[in-house]
């Protein structure tokens, strides 16, 4: 009898703890990923001045959150070597809704940097 107990018990605690991340979100998650060969020691939002810093290559940086976001925003990059800069060829005037979501960050075959936007699940 005590093992039931315990097991239900076990099983209740466990169905209550589990979260999922969409559960607490309130605002617009970004992270910037790294698709190029290059160390970025700064991304800045130019929109919304925010920085994301030392984003290795192929990698991610951590989601910050923001009020208002775009699908495609200007974009300033600092690398060891060098000044890059995003800047999107129509501006969006739709904000983005509460959710995660990933600016992917590349160069083109003329090293001039090409953003695109995913919808993380």
Same mark, same amino acid.
């Given at each position: &009898?005590? /093992?039931? @107990?315990?097991?239900? $018990?076990? *099983? $209740? $605690? %466990? %169905?209550?703890?589990?979260?999922?991340?969409?559960? +607490?979100?309130?605002?617009?998650?970004? /992270?910037?990923?790294? #698709?190029?060969?290059?160390?970025? #020691? !700064?991304?800045?939002? $130019? =929109?919304?001045?925010?920085? @994301? =810093?030392? *984003? +290795?290559?192929? !990698?991610?940086?951590?989601? &910050? +959150?923001? =009020? /208002?976001?775009?699908?495609?925003?200007?974009?300033? *990059?600092?690398?060891?070597?060098?000044? %890059?800069?995003?800047?999107?060829? =129509? &501006?969006?005037?739709?904000?983005?809704?509460?959710?995660?979501?990933?600016?992917? *960050? #590349?160069?083109?075959? !003329?090293?001039?940097?090409? %953003?695109?936007? /995913?919808?993380?699940?």
């Amino acid at each position: &009898m005590n /093992r039931v @107990y315990l097991l239900s $018990v076990i *099983i $209740v $605690v %466990l %169905l209550f703890s589990c979260t999922d991340r969409d559960d +607490e979100v309130n605002l617009v998650n970004i /992270r910037v990923q790294n #698709s190029t060969e290059l160390f970025f #020691s !700064e991304v800045r939002i $130019v =929109e919304n001045d925010t920085v @994301y =810093e030392n *984003i +290795e290559a192929g !990698e991610f940086s951590e989601y &910050m +959150e923001f =009020e /208002r976001a775009y699908a495609y925003t200007a974009l300033s *990059i600092l690398t060891d070597s060098t000044s %890059l800069n995003y800047v999107p060829v =129509e &501006m969006s005037t739709d904000t983005l809704p509460i959710g995660f979501y990933t600016y992917e *960050i #590349s160069l083109d075959e !003329e090293n001039q940097v090409d %953003l695109t936007f /995913r919808i993380d699940d």
